[in-house]
């Protein structure tokens, strides 16, 4: 934390080396011992598909650690329609869902038919038709997952968000890096940004049709606000000295920010549309990476005011500092749960880097992953999963964990180093 908490793994990323691919794929690694059985039945198809749709909708449900899919080869029929299922013989599976349905085109796009089928209640929960552009088959299928998801959980399912991530690859002056956004499964990938110098910290505005993030382009760190969609972007600041860390409001007018400006880095608040500053944190100490509560009434912040990185709560109405965490010497990045009542962070153990949860109430830390380097925690909207950085071998992954640690997936790259995750709000 002397070092700015490793000058917020600058270094690291500049010592980054081979050339990463936009597409990740996903790896199950832990599965959960209380996952619900389900089957997804493969769709009927009318003519040659870009996508096999309820094989997406299958890897959604497992990748949520939520539900146990039953494997193809292991189904004894194949209905596509809900008054086709046999009930007992998906009993007799201990299978307690069906999802079966149909993809036939439709005016120069898709028609997705699916059904939610109720094994032990012999009823359907779920019944709907989709259309589908010509390019966004996987978009109606992660929305069936959505559905499908909150039918059973009663959770706001998070299929069709987005997570925007930071790309490194090559040697010395030949170093490139590039920011992309991609679906929540890391497919359908786009590159919104490339440089020859770091970019860090990708921030997505509540809306989710910007990103704010760092950029060295200009020979120094500025924060810059981007539209996603367009590419249009202003460089919102560009002090002497730290621009770090931008945290969007739950609004959206106001970005929170560590500066150096007056000294010491602090936490800063911005006015996004009249680019007027107020500084919150008064003090010696190395104040950095904010993230607003969701109620937007308080700061949670790290700073090293106590010897060591350790997670600060602003109170933006009285102005008091609370100090939350005491578990170890090393707890950072910390982010709010949606609903407010934890909080994630990366915690130091005799293991390593881990990402872990506290509850507010007990404060009670509970390490979730396995992995030993891990960094830059972003929580889903819905609050089931959190995404983070971690190592394989000599390359940076994307990993995500349950918010109960049972079950987790891995991101991997063909090649190359995936850094700075950033999960999106809801779209719609």
Do not use: C
């Not at 299922?85 to 036939?104: A, E, H, K, P, T």
């Not at 919150?280 to 308080?298: F, M």
């Not at 992995?371 to 992954?397: C, K, L, R, Y």
């Amino acid at each position: 934390m002397r070092t700015l908490h490793k000058a917020w793994l600058f270094t690291a990323l500049l010592l980054l080396s081979s050339l990463a691919q936009a597409n990740l794929s996903i790896e199950i690694t832990r599965g959960s011992d209380r996952a619900l059985p389900i089957a997804v039945v493969p769709f009927a198809e009318e003519g040659e598909l870009p996508e096999d749709v309820a094989q997406i909708i299958q890897d959604d449900l497992e990748r949520s650690g939520f539900f146990a899919p039953l494997e193809r080869s292991g189904m004894f029929e194949r209905p596509t329609r809900g008054d086709d299922v046999q009930f007992g013989n998906w009993r007799s599976l201990d299978v307690r869902y069906v999802v079966v349905g149909r993809v036939s085109t439709a005016s120069g796009g898709y028609r997705v038919e699916y059904e939610l089928m109720d094994v032990s209640g012999q009823r359907q929960m779920l019944g709907e038709t989709v259309t589908a552009d010509p390019n966004d088959l996987r978009g109606a299928a992660h929305y069936a997952s959505d559905q499908i998801f909150e039918a059973i959980t009663e959770i706001r399912g998070a299929f069709s968000t987005k997570i925007a991530y930071v790309t490194a690859g090559g040697v010395g002056d030949d170093m490139q890096f590039g920011l992309y956004v991609a679906d929540s499964d890391g497919r359908n990938s786009q590159q919104v940004l490339t440089s020859d110098q770091p970019i860090l910290s990708p921030a997505w505005s509540p809306d989710g049709r910007k990103l704010a993030y760092v950029s060295f382009e200009s020979g120094r760190p500025s924060i810059y606000i981007q539209e996603v969609s367009s590419g249009q972007r202003v460089r919102a600041t560009s002090f002497e000295g730290i621009n770090g860390a931008p945290a969007w409001s739950p609004d959206g007018r106001k970005l929170a920010m560590s500066l150096s400006k007056d000294g010491q880095p602090e936490i800063y608040v911005m006015n996004v549309s009249g680019g007027s500053f107020e500084r919150l944190t008064q003090s010696n100490s190395i104040d950095t990476e904010p993230a607003w509560a969701p109620d937007g009434r308080s700061l949670l912040f790290t700073s090293d005011r106590s010897g060591g990185p350790q997670l600060y709560r602003y109170d933006l109405g009285s102005g008091e500092t609370q100090r939350l965490t005491f578990t170890g010497n090393y707890n950072a990045r910390g982010r709010f749960s949606p609903d407010g009542e934890e909080i994630f962070m990366i915690h130091r153990s005799n293991r390593g880097y881990q990402v872990a949860r506290q509850n507010l109430e007990s404060d009670r830390l509970v390490i979730i992953s396995e992995s030993q380097q891990d960094e830059s925690p972003s929580v889903a909207p819905n609050g089931t999963m959190v995404i983070f950085a971690t190592q394989q071998g000599d390359n940076g992954v994307l990993s995500a964990v349950s918010a109960d640690g049972r079950s987790s997936f891995r991101l991997p790259s063909p090649q190359g180093d995936v850094r700075e995750p950033a999960w999106s709000p809801f779209l719609n």
